[in-house]
C-alpha cells in the first residue's frame, strides 16, 4: 500500500510488511528473508491467501452448483478461480509496490502456487467427503456449513506449510522482498 510503514525486526519472527503479511525472518545472504517464522506470521500470510482462494472457490461452487454442473466440472471452476484470485490478490499487492506486471506475476506465482495448491487440494477433498454437500443447493444452510468447514480445515493445514515456507524465504517471504 502506498505509504505504508514497515516493521523489520530481524531473526524475531515478527515482522510485517504493511499490508498485514507478517514475514518473521532474519536476513541471509543476499538479503533473501530468512530464519524462523512466527506462527502468527504464517497464519497472516495463510489468511491472505485464503482470501483469494476463497473467493474464487465460493465463486466456482456457487456457478457450478446454480447451474447444476456434477462434482468434477464444479470442483474444477472453483479451483481454476481459486488460482485466478490467489494470483491477483497478489499481483496487485506488488504492483503497488513498483514492480511491473511481467515482474509481479512471476512474485505471485514463487509466492503462492503451493499454498494454493495445498489449499485446494485440503478443501476440495473436504468439500467433496461431505455426503451431499455440493448437491445441497445454495439455499442450503448445509451447503454454506459445509463449503465454510471445507475452507477453515485449508487454512488449519496450509499455515505450517506457509511457515516452513517463509523460514526458508519462499512463499509469501519472497513479497516482503518487493515491499519497500
Given amino acids: 500500500m502506498p505509504g505504508a510503514q514497515h516493521e523489520h525486526r530481524t ?13 518473521g525472518h532474519g536476513h541471509g545472504h543476499h538479503g533473501a528473508p530468512r530464519g524462523t517464522t512466527s506462527w502468527a506470521s504464517a497464519a497472516r500470510a495463510t489468511l491472505h491467501c485464503l482470501t483469494g482462494c476463497a473467493i474464487g472457490e465460493v465463486l466456482g461452487m456457487v456457478i457450478g452448483t446454480a447451474l447444476g454442473w456434477g462434482t468434477v466440472p464444479t470442483v474444477a471452476l472453483a479451483v481454476a ?16 509496490a513498483g514492480l511491473g506486471l511481467g515482474a509481479a506475476l ?9 499454498s494454493i495448491a495445498v489449499m485446494e487440494v485440503v478443501d476440495n477433498t473436504a468439500v467433496v467427503a461431505i455426503p451431499g454437500a455440493l448437491h445441497a443447493g445454495l439455499a442450503s444452510w448445509f451447503f454454506w456449513a459445509s463449503l465454510a468447514a471445507a475452507l477453515a480445515l485449508a487454512f488449519v493445514v ?3 506449510v506457509n511457515r516452513w515456507m517463509m523460514s526458508r524465504g519462499k512463499g509469501h517471504a519472497v513479497i516482503h522482498a518487493h515491499h519497500r
Fill in 11 to 23: 531473526g524475531t519472527g515478527t515482522g510485517t510488511d504493511g499490508h498485514g503479511h507478517g514475514h
Fill in 158 to 160: 496450509t499455515t505450517p
Fill in 106 to 114: 512471476k512474485v505471485a506465482l514463487a509466492a503462492d502456487t503451493l
Fill in 81 to 96: 478461480l481459486a488460482f485466478a484470485f490467489g494470483y491477483a490478490l497478489t499481483v496487485r499487492s506488488v504492483l503497488t
